[in-house]
């Protein structure tokens, strides 16, 4: 399960950064995650509960923000939103280049914030 690795990974990381606050308590999480990933919040959620239950960690908040997603063009530089996910392949709004996009935005799973005590 995508969402079940995700979070081990995400968690990790706040425990690494609650460390060297010398926190011990989560209370708030906020994680972005890129449109592209395609990620379900709903699963997202329950992975967090499920990896939290019974541990200190218990009862802390999760607040999810999807990022859109933003390419640009390898011809013109233009910076766009394709707006649905299959517009990935449309063409560049701006020259008409089909192919070899970047990716600006929209892209990976952050730990946006964190509180603890
Ligand atoms: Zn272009």
């Known amino acids: 399960m995508h969402e079940l690795s995700l979070m081990a990974g995400v ?9 060297r606050h010398g926190a011990s308590r ?16 709903d699963a997202l959620r329950m992975a967090f ?11 802390a908040r ?4 999807e990022e859109p997603l933003e390419l640009s063009c390898p011809l013109c530089g233009h910076r766009f939103r394709p707006g649905a996910r299959s517009a990935l392949y ?11 996009f970047g990716v600006v935005r929209g892209e990976g799973v952050f ?5 603890a005590e």
């Open 62 to 65: 999760l607040e999810l923000e």
């Open 90 to 100: 449309a063409p560049c709004p701006s020259c008409g280049e089909t192919t070899g």
């Open 111 to 115: 730990l946006d914030h964190l509180e």
């Open 11 to 19: 968690m990790d990381l706040a425990r690494q950064e609650l460390e």
């Open 26 to 41: 989560l209370t708030l999480m906020r994680l972005r995650f890129g449109e592209l990933d395609q990620v379900l919040p």
């Open 49 to 59: 509960a499920a990896m939290t239950a019974g541990t200190s960690w218990e009862g």
